[in-house]
T-cell receptor, first 115, second 113 residues
Framework: KAGVTQTPRYLIKTRGQQVTLSCSPI?????VSWYQQTPGQGLQFLFE???????NKGNFPGRFSGRQFSNSRSEMNVSTLELGDSALYLCASSRDPGQGINVLTFGAGSRLTVL | QKEVEQNSGPLSVPEGAIASLNCTYSDRVSQSFFWYRQYSGKSPELIMS????GDKEDGRFTAQLNKASQYVSLLIRDSQPSDSATYLC?????????????FGTGTRLQVTL
């Protein structure tokens, strides 16, 4: 059974550029969540998608956006990159978050460096 | 006050000893609790989940939950060098139809030979 797949694994951008990250969840998982991980702040919740709808959103500026497709694959986009956006971006999928038992399986992450 | 708090460590224990990791949370209506392990350069992986007060054991791992005191802990018996990692406590803040996990910043565990 394939795990959560994230692409690209590593990327380097410059300030002002934009970036799109992709996530394919485990087969049968319909919820996809995105987290940003930095050494200082730890894991911070970005947003969660379920059935192509954003169901929950963290406290990040509007430069961070996402979407989910009908096959549950998800993308997140960061526009007008800032140095502080350098981080590991983790995608996680789960089967059914609506029942209050949200067991997440994480992908390997996309490490973004902004120069 | 942070929603989920952990001591950042490092917590150093000798091989074979019991490692005790603690976590407190602020939201009284939190319903489910998780411990994730993260090796350096890797993504978090689930170790334990616990939903009811008391202890839950899985092999060398025991999760303990006390909702009245708003804390959850993880005990690792017979600690091995391979247990050296950062342990993340996560709390499910149920918002009704949707939910999100809020993570602590993690406790770094070092198991020494």
């Amino acid at each position: 059974k394939a795990g959560v797949t994230q692409t690209p694994r590593y990327l380097i951008k410059t300030r002002g550029q934009q970036v799109t990250l992709s996530c394919s969840p485990i087969s049968g998982h319909r919820s996809v969540s995105w987290y940003q991980q930095t050494p200082g702040q730890g894991l911070q919740f970005l947003f969660e998608y379920f059935s192509e709808t954003q169901r929950n959103k963290g406290n990040f500026p509007g430069r961070f956006s996402g979407r989910q497709f009908s096959n549950s694959r998800s993308e997140m986009n960061v526009s007008t990159l800032e140095l502080g956006d350098s981080a590991l971006y983790l995608c996680a999928s789960s089967r059914d978050p609506g029942q209050g038992i949200n067991v997440l399986t994480f992908g390997a992450g996309s490490r973004l460096t902004v120069l | 006050q942070k929603e989920v708090e952990q001591n950042s460590g490092p917590l150093s224990v000798p091989e074979g000893a019991i490692a005790s990791l603690n976590c407190t949370y602020s939201d009284r209506v939190s319903q489910s609790f998780f411990w994730y392990r993260q090796y350096s350069g890797k993504s978090p992986e689930l170790i334990m989940s616990i939903y009811s007060n008391g202890d839950k054991e899985d092999g060398r791992f025991t999760a303990q939950l006390n909702k009245a005191s708003q804390y959850v802990s993880l005990l690792i018996r017979d600690s091995q060098p391979s247990d050296s990692a950062t342990y993340l406590c996560a709390v499910n803040l149920n918002t009704g139809t949707a939910s999100k996990l809020t993570f602590g910043t993690g406790t770094r565990l070092q198991v020494t030979l």
